[in-house]
């Protein structure tokens, strides 16, 4: 059974739904037991850092997360479950949960068509194989919404990446964990083929 961690911060209706249309089982979670025995794990998010962390440490979350990760479970953060999931964000100066090490910048940009949040649909370009990723195409679009963006330590931990006035990261990875900036789950065909990718995964690249 997949999970779908539920901490007061992600977009879990779409999400659920996605994974259906694919034939992936989902259910929520919010408790931290349940959480550990998960046989891959989904973790989305919108919002801000901040209360996210909150929400995850008042749970036990946090601590369930890393013991998931130390067990090779597979695991897909989206958006802001990605963003926390490096050590530090700039937003708010927040400590994350360092799953992988890295800081999360905020755009900052001189002109000023050029608009904060960066959202929309825009092209993923994979620069590092994975098989999560393994049906994305040159010109292949998905849909973003945010503010913030990740910065690994490791550029090995880089996957993709995509083009807002300069390349920024927006696909990292390490060993089980693989996390997406973009929404798989609001981004058509293209996205419903990185979740039944990620439904079949083994956590081993």
């Not at 890393?66 to 597979?74: A, D, K, L």
Request: with cysteine; proline share 5%.
């Amino acid at each position: 059974m997949t999970l779908i961690l539920d901490y007061e911060a992600g977009n879990l209706a779409s999400v659920k739904r996605a994974c259906a249309h694919v034939g992936m089982a989902a259910e929520y979670c919010a408790d931290p037991d349940q959480l550990r025995r998960a046989e891959r794990v989904i973790f989305p998010g919108v919002g801000a850092a901040g209360s996210a962390m909150q929400s995850l440490r008042a749970r036990g979350l946090d601590e369930a997360l890393r013991e998931v990760i130390n067990s090779g479970t597979p695991v897909l953060g989206i958006c802001l479950g990605m963003q926390v999931s490096l050590t530090h964000s700039e937003e708010n100066d927040t400590a994350t949960l360092d799953l992988i090490p890295g800081v999360v910048r905020r755009f900052a940009f001189d002109q000023p068509d050029l608009k904060v949040p960066h959202m929309g649909w825009n092209e993923v370009r994979i620069v590092q194989e994975h098989p999560v990723l393994a049906d994305i195409q040159p010109g292949d679009e998905f849909y973003f919404v945010h503010s913030y963006f990740p910065k690994p330590q490791d550029s090995k931990a880089v996957l993709a990446v995509t083009d807002y006035e300069g390349d920024f990261t927006c696909a990292i990875g390490k060993d089980n964990y693989i996390g997406t900036q973009f929404h798989p789950e609001k981004s058509a065909q293209v996205g419903l083929r990185l979740l039944a990718n990620f439904a079949t995964w083994n956590g081993q690249c």
